[in-house]
């Protein structure tokens, strides 16, 4: 069914108005740590407090989980972190030119555990892809999930991707609970490390339509 031209105008401008704010939010040829789906902000609030010198945001689509980790930054009287409301492929094209990742948080990204839903998980070939070409040689990207099958899928994706290499001896510089891992019994973790290997400019990320909103 086609879009109607008035929903279609509505995403053209938020996308706008996320330009905007990012070209004054960051500054060409930063180089960000960047945690998809921050939540209630705990981790990236601990990490940024950890890392002075990392510029860090946090990307979420649910305002009120921003506006609490807006105020646990406040508390913490903390610059270099940021909370931005986005859906994170809007965000990552959004992205201001020269504006690199040095780190990728996915931290118990929703599941969308039915097999028909999979293609909205936020890990898959495309947007790895598209990760890739905006990380140097050695951007790590860390991916925690509750959820073995999610994990597994990523990582046997990853090694066949050639852009990102797992690295099982990598450490995990914090740990800092967070909402989803506290409701957690168990959960699995991965460290993978981009190569040099160039990513494929037609598995890049296209401009898309929201996914609807995650389950959780
Ligand atoms: C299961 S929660 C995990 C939150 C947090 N990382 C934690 O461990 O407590 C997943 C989070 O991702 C957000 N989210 C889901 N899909 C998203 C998307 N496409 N872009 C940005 N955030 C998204 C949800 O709003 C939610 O806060």
Redesign the pocket.
Known sequence: MPFQPEFLARIAERRAALRTELATLLPARQAITW??????G??LVQYAAAFPEKFCVG????RD?LNRSGKKRDRARLTNCHFVQ????E?FDALPPGVTLQEIWV????PWPKKRHHKNR?LQAEFLEALANRSGEGTRLYFRTDHAEYFRAVALLLPELKTWQLDPAAPWPLEQE????ARAPAYQSLVAIRTSHPATPAETTAPRL??P??P?
């Open positions: 945690e998809i789906g921050s939540g209630h705990h981790f990307v979420d689509i649910i989980r986005a859906e994170a492929r965000f931290l118990f990204p929703d936020i967070t909402v989803f891992q929201p996914p909103v995650g959780r």
